[in-house]
């Protein structure tokens, strides 16, 4: 429940590039998630622009993976501040 919680926030939290928001506009990319929630990006294979959509879909990858480890780091220094003071 954590980690879907973090994930939410995270997609709200880190930008869309301007090419793939377009694209998901313009319906020439689609969004599908698996049965155990991960996402994947379908490309049509009409899209004009499908290495600049594959571009910021990996800089999209970038920025979720940057704002994990952020996130991550956040809490578990949170929890271990916690557990510090709940020992003294």
């Known amino acids: 429940m954590v980690m879907k919680l973090l994930n939410r926030l995270i997609d709200r939290c880190v930008p869309t ?7 998901l506009r313009a319906g020439t990319v689609r969004i599908a998630k698996s049965e155990r929630g991960e996402r994947a990006y379908v490309i049509a294979p009409h899209c004009r622009d499908a290495e600049a959509v594959k571009k910021a879909i990996s800089q999209r990858n970038t920025w979720e993976l940057a704002a994990t480890v952020v996130v991550s780091a956040l809490v578990v220094t949170v929890l271990a501040a916690v557990v510090q003071q ?3």
């Open 17 to 23: 590039p301007a090419v793939l928001a377009a694209a």
């Open 86 to 88: 709940a020992i003294r």
